[in-house]
C-alpha cells in the first residue's frame, strides 16, 4: 500500500453546498469561508442527483473543459443557475461537501467528471449512491465523510490508506492507483495482482451464482458479499450519450487502433436524444448532437459492435427494451452505460449500469474488476387487484424498503409465485426501477413463460436451449438485506409527488378515486412511454383505459396533453396490429414513435413553465428532470386515466360511464 498522504492545499478552496443558496452564492464570490467546525451536516444538500450536477445537455460534450465549465448546471434557484458557468473551475475549490445520497439517479459519469475536471480532489458526503461513488473512484477523485474533513481543516494529512479503509482488496487497488485505467495498466504490466478469493463451498443466491460463473481462471469457484474479483462480461451496450466519451478514453489510453473483445454481444444505440432537437430548450444543441451521432456510428464500424443507430430519423427503441428483446439471455452478466441497464434482471440476468471508464476498460479488456455486492430478496406472493400494476408494487416498495435505504447498494433479487404470475413486461418494469432504489442492479427468477417470450423474438433460439443457461438459488442462500415477503394483493394504486421516487402515496379506498392524501391535483401534461413504460403491456394498459373512455364518449380531457412513446419497434408494431394506434389517435392520445424523450427532458412531453403539472409513468421525478414543472409518478392505468378526468385518478373499471 502506498504511504501517500492527502492535505489541503493552501490556497485552494473548500466548497460547502448548503441549504441555504446564498452562503453558496458568497463561497462563489469568495466573501465567504465556512468549515465544519461551524456547520452540521443537516445544513448541507441532501440527496442530489446526477441530472443537478450535469443535466442532460451538459453530456452532449465529451471534452473536459467543457464538462468543467457547466459543472452543476441543473442546480437552479429562481429560474437561474446557483453556480454559474466557469465557477468551479475560477474559484480554485478542492474538495465539493454535500449532505446524505449524493449523486442518485443516472449512471451518467460526467456528473462526477464535472467536479475533477474542475479541480476538485475529494468529494464529502455522508453517503454516495453507489454508481456515483463507483465513477468518483475510477476516475481518482477521493471520497470521505464530514469527519474525514474536519481533521483535514484542523491541519492534518490523513494517509491513503484511510481512503481505502473497508473497501475490498480490488476497489483499494484502483483507489491507490489513482482511477481504473492505471490500475488495469498496472494488472497488465504485473505489477499488481488479484488473488483467489478464498471463499469455500457455500449455498449462494442468484447473484453469487452468476458472479461465480464469471470469474476469471485462478480466483476459485464459490465468492461471498466483499469478494474482489474479476469476472467476465457477458454483455453490454452504450448510447449515442456515451459512447463519443467511451471512445475518448479509449483513444487517450490505449490508441487510435484500440480493440473491443468479442463485440458480438455489445452494442450502440441512438435513441436517447432521437427528439431531442425538437425542444425548445435543446434545439440550440443540434450541432454537437449531431457530432455525437457522428462519433458513435464511426465507432460502431471500427469496433463491429451491433449497431442500433435510427433509420431515416427513426430509432430501433430504447437500448434496455431493445437489449432485453434482441440479445440479453439468463444467467448474462450485464453492463452498459445507462442506470437502468439493470432492467435486464427481469431476464434473469445480472444487470447493473456503469460510467464511461468502467465501461471503456470493459470493453477493451472483456472483464470488469468488482467487489461482490450483498443482496435483498423481494418474495412476492399472491395477486394483483384490478387496477394494480407492478409500476404501484415498485413504487411501494420504493416508499417502504428503499426509502430506509433496506436496498441501497444491494442487488434486488425478486422470486415467488407472485413474480411468476406477472407478464414478463411488468416483470421488467420491477426490475428497470431498482437503480430508483440506489441499489447496485436487478436480478430475478425464471420461469418458462420468461424463457417463451425471449425465444419468440430471437429466430433459431429455442427454450431448451434458454433454459440451459437459467441460473437458480441454491436453498438455504444468505441475503445481508434480508428476504421480504410482499403479497401483491395488498398493493394499491400508488403515486410518488415531486422530487424523488421513494414520496409514494397509496389511494385511499375512502377517497373516491382521487390518489390518498394528494387531494384533486390538476393535470396538464400526461406522458406514457419511457423504457419503463413503452413495453407492449404498458400499451395495453394505455388502450385499455382509453376504449374505457371512447366507450363512455370521453376522450383526453381539454387542456391536457397526453403522449404515448413507444419503447421499441416491435411495441409499435404490436399497437398497429392491435389496432391501438387508431385508438389513440380518435381519443385524443399524441402517438409518438420509439426512443427515449421526455424522462430525460429530450423529446415531446417536457414541461415548458413551472406551473405546469405532468402525471407520468416514467421512472424518476427529481427537480428538472423533464423540464421545470411539477411531475408525479404513476402506472400506466393511472397515466391515461388522469388523462381523461383531467386530474390524477386512479383508474377504475367503468369510471368514465355516467352516473345514474
Excluded at 467546525?37 to 473536459?64: G, H, K, Q, R
Excluded at 490523513?158 to 481512503?163: Q, R
Aim: proline share 5%; charged share 20%.
Amino acid at each position: 500500500m502506498s504511504d501517500r498522504r492527502f492535505a489541503l492545499t493552501p490556497g485552494k478552496r473548500v466548497l460547502y453546498l448548503t441549504k441555504d443558496p446564498e452562503k453558496i452564492r458568497q463561497q462563489l464570490a469568495g466573501t465567504l469561508t465556512l468549515s465544519m467546525a461551524e456547520l452540521s451536516p443537516d445544513e448541507l444538500l441532501d440527496d442530489i442527483n446526477t441530472d443537478a450536477m450535469t443535466p442532460a445537455w451538459v453530456c452532449f460534450d465529451y471534452d473536459p473543459a467543457d464538462i468543467a465549465r457547466n459543472a452543476y448546471a441543473g442546480l437552479i434557484v429562481g429560474g437561474q443557475r446557483l453556480i454559474p458557468a466557469n465557477a468551479l473551475v475560477d474559484a480554485g475549490f478542492e474538495v465539493i461537501v454535500a449532505g446524505a445520497q449524493k449523486g442518485v439517479g443516472s449512471s451518467r459519469e460526467t456528473a462526477a467528471q464535472c467536479e475533477v475536471f474542475s479541480g476538485s480532489r475529494l468529494a464529502i458526503a455522508s453517503s454516495f449512491s453507489p454508481i456515483h461513488a463507483r465513477n468518483n473512484i475510477n476516475i481518482g477523485q477521493l471520497m470521505g465523510d464530514h469527519g474525514v474533513l474536519r481533521r483535514l481543516e484542523a491541519g492534518e494529512s490523513i494517509a491513503l490508506s484511510e481512503f481505502t479503509q473497508g473497501q475490498d482488496a480490488i476497489t483499494a487497488l484502483i483507489i491507490e492507483s489513482g482511477g481504473l485505467l492505471p490500475f488495469c495498466a498496472r494488472l497488465d504490466r504485473g505489477e499488481i495482482r488479484v488473488p483467489a478469493t478464498g471463499t469455500g463451498a457455500r449455498p449462494m443466491n442468484l447473484t453469487e451464482k452468476i458472479l461465480a460463473a464469471k470469474l476469471l481462471p485462478g480466483q476459485g469457484e464459490h465468492v461471498k458479499p466483499g469478494d474482489a474479483v474479476l469476472v467476465k462480461v457477458d454483455a453490454g451496450y452504450s448510447h449515442e450519450f456515451t459512447t463519443a466519451q467511451v471512445d475518448f478514453f479509449l483513444k487517450a489510453e490505449y490508441g487510435d487502433g484500440y480493440a473491443v473483445k468479442n463485440p458480438a454481444k455489445f452494442a450502440v444505440f441512438e435513441d436517447h436524444l432521437i427528439y431531442a432537437t425538437g425542444v425548445a430548450s435543446m434545439a440550440k444543441f443540434a450541432d454537437k448532437i449531431g457530432k455525437l451521432r457522428d462519433v458513435q456510428r464511426e465507432f460502431a464500424a471500427r469496433t463491429g459492435v451491433r449497431n442500433y443507430s435510427a433509420v431515416d430519423g427513426v430509432s430501433p427503441g430504447i437500448c434496455h427494451q431493445v437489449a432485453r428483446e434482441q440479445f440479453i439471455d439468463p444467467g448474462d452478466f450485464v453492463q452498459a452505460t445507462d442506470s437502468h441497464t439493470c432492467m435486464g434482471g427481469a431476464s434473469g440476468a445480472l444487470s447493473w449500469g456503469v460510467g464511461a471508464t468502467e465501461y471503456a476498460a470493459l470493453l477493451h479488456w472483456g472483464f470488469t474488476p468488482i467487489a461482490v455486492p450483498e443482496s435483498i430478496r423481494f418474495e412476492l406472493t399472491g395477486d394483483l387487484r384490478p387496477g394494480v400494476t407492478a409500476k404501484d408494487v415498485m413504487l411501494h416498495i420504493l416508499a417502504t424498503y428503499a426509502k430506509r435505504e433496506q436496498t441501497l447498494n444491494r442487488v434486488m433479487e425478486f422470486g415467488g409465485e407472485g413474480l411468476f404470475r406477472l407478464a414478463p413486461d411488468e416483470r421488467a418494469t420491477l426490475a428497470n426501477m431498482a437503480t430508483e432504489c440506489s441499489a447496485r442492479g436487478a436480478v430475478m427468477e425464471v420461469d418458462d413463460t420468461m424463457l417463451q417470450w425471449i425465444a419468440a423474438r430471437r429466430p433459431g433460439v429455442s427454450i431448451e436451449a434458454l433454459r440451459a443457461k437459467v441460473v437458480t438459488p441454491d436453498a438455504g442462500a444468505h441475503h445481508d438485506g434480508g428476504v421480504h415477503t410482499i403479497d401483491l394483493a395488498t398493493i394499491r394504486p400508488m403515486v410518488a409527488t415531486p422530487g424523488d421516487p421513494d414520496r409514494g402515496i397509496a389511494s385511499d379506498p375512502k377517497n373516491g378515486a382521487l390518489i390518498g392524501e394528494i387531494g384533486s391535483v390538476p393535470v396538464t401534461i400526461a406522458y406514457g412511454g419511457s423504457c419503463t413504460a413503452g413495453k407492449r403491456d404498458d400499451i395495453d394498459m394505455y388502450a385499455r383505459v382509453m376504449a374505457d373512455a371512447e366507450a363512455a364518449g370521453k376522450r383526453v380531457a381539454d387542456g391536457v396533453s397526453f403522449y404515448l412513446q413507444f419503447g421499441s419497434q416491435d411495441v409499435e408494431a404490436y399497437a398497429k396490429a392491435k389496432g391501438y394506434t387508431e385508438l389513440f389517435e380518435r381519443t385524443g392520445v399524441k402517438v409518438i414513435k420509439p426512443g427515449c424523450g421526455a424522462c430525460i427532458g429530450c423529446g415531446p412531453g417536457v414541461s415548458e413553465r413551472a406551473d405546469q403539472v405532468s402525471v407520468s409513468a416514467i421512472n424518476r421525478n427529481y427537480k428538472g428532470r423533464s423540464g421545470p414543472g411539477r411531475l408525479y409518478l404513476a402506472s400506466p392505468l393511472t397515466v391515461a386515466a388522469s388523462a381523461v378526468a383531467g386530474e390524477i385518478v386512479e383508474y377504475r373499471d367503468g369510471m368514465f360511464a355516467a352516473k345514474k
